[in-house]
T-cell receptor, first 114, second 117 residues
Framework: AQSVTQPDIHITVSEGASLELRCNYS??????LFWYVQSPGQGLQLLLK??????LVQGIKGFEAEFKRSQSSFNLRKPSVHWSDAAEYFC????????????FGTGTRLKVLA | EAGVAQSPRYKIIEKRQSVAFWCNPI?????LYWYQQILGQGPKLLIQ????????DSQLPKDRFSAERLKGVDSTLKIQPAKLEDSAVYLC???????????????FGSGTRLTVV
C-alpha cells in the first residue's frame, strides 16, 4: 500500500539550532516528493520538490531536503531555525505520470524556543 | 497571479444540517482538487476534477458529500447531512494540466474550517 510516514508528531528546537524532519514513504516506484508547510489558519505552501537528478534539493526559506532511494526517505533540513519557522510540515508523494494525486504524511508540528 | 480562493473561511453548523463550500481556482488551471484535513492528520483527497469531469472520487463519502464543477472553473463541495466527524478543514487546490517537470504540483487555498456541533 502507498503511504507516507512522518515519525515525529512534535519537534521542539531552539532558535538558531539545526533541524531535521523525517519522512519515509512506501510506493510502487520512485515517486515525486514534496515538502509543504502550513502555518495556523493557512493553506499549504510548497517548500521544495524532488523530481529527478541531484538528490539534494534546495527550497524556499533556507530549507533543503535529501532524497535517499535506498532508504525510501526524503528528510527536510535547515541549518539554523528561525522563530517564524514554527508551523506544521507535511511530506507528500505523487505519481510521476497521470494525475497529481498526492499522498500526505500526518505532519510534524515544529515548535521553536526563543 | 491571484491564488486559489475559498469561502467561507469558517463555518459552524449543527449535525444533520447541510453546508456548502466554494472554490475558485487559479485562472487557467484545468485540474481542481478538494482535500479534507482532519485535525492531527494530513490532507486526504476527496475528489479531483479535470475541467468539469470527475477524475477521482474514490474517497468521497457519496452518501453525504457531493461536488460539482459545472463550467470547469469554480467548484462547490456540499455536505448533507453533516456529521460530527466531518469537522475538518476543507482545502481546495488547483493545477495546470497534469504533466511532468517544473510545472508539476499545485497551489492550495487557505481552506474552510468546518465545525459540526
Amino acid at each position: 500500500a502507498q503511504s507516507v510516514t512522518q515519525p515525529d508528531i512534535h519537534i521542539t528546537v531552539s532558535e538558531g539550532a539545526s533541524l531535521e524532519l523525517r519522512c519515509n514513504y512506501s510506493y510502487g516506484a520512485t515517486p515525486y516528493l514534496f515538502w509543504y508547510v502550513q502555518s495556523p489558519g493557512q493553506g499549504l505552501q510548497l517548500l521544495l520538490k524532488y523530481f529527478s537528478g541531484d538528490t539534494l534539493v534546495q527550497g524556499i526559506k533556507g530549507f533543503e531536503a535529501e532524497f535517499k532511494r535506498s532508504q525510501s526517505s526524503f528528510n527536510l533540513r535547515k541549518p539554523s531555525v528561525h522563530w517564524s519557522d514554527a508551523a506544521e510540515y507535511f511530506c507528500a508523494v505523487g505519481p510521476t505520470s497521470g494525475t497529481y494525486k498526492y499522498i500526505f504524511g500526518t505532519g510534524t508540528r515544529l515548535k521553536v524556543l526563543a | 497571479e491571484a491564488g486559489v480562493a475559498q469561502s467561507p473561511r469558517y463555518k459552524i453548523i449543527e449535525k444533520r444540517q447541510s453546508v456548502a463550500f466554494w472554490c475558485n481556482p487559479i485562472s487557467g488551471h484545468a485540474t481542481l482538487y478538494w482535500y479534507q484535513q482532519i485535525l492531527g492528520q494530513g490532507p486526504k483527497l476527496l475528489i479531483q476534477f479535470q475541467n468539469n469531469g470527475v477524475v477521482d472520487d474514490s474517497q468521497l463519502p457519496k452518501d453525504r458529500f457531493s461536488a460539482e464543477r459545472l463550467k470547469g472553473v469554480d467548484s462547490t463541495l456540499k455536505i448533507q447531512p453533516a456529521k460530527l466527524e466531518d469537522s475538518a478543514v476543507y482545502l481546495c487546490a488547483s493545477s495546470s494540466i497534469p504533466g511532468r517537470g517544473a510545472n508539476y504540483g499545485y497551489t492550495f487555498g487557505s481552506g474552510t474550517r468546518l465545525t459540526v456541533v
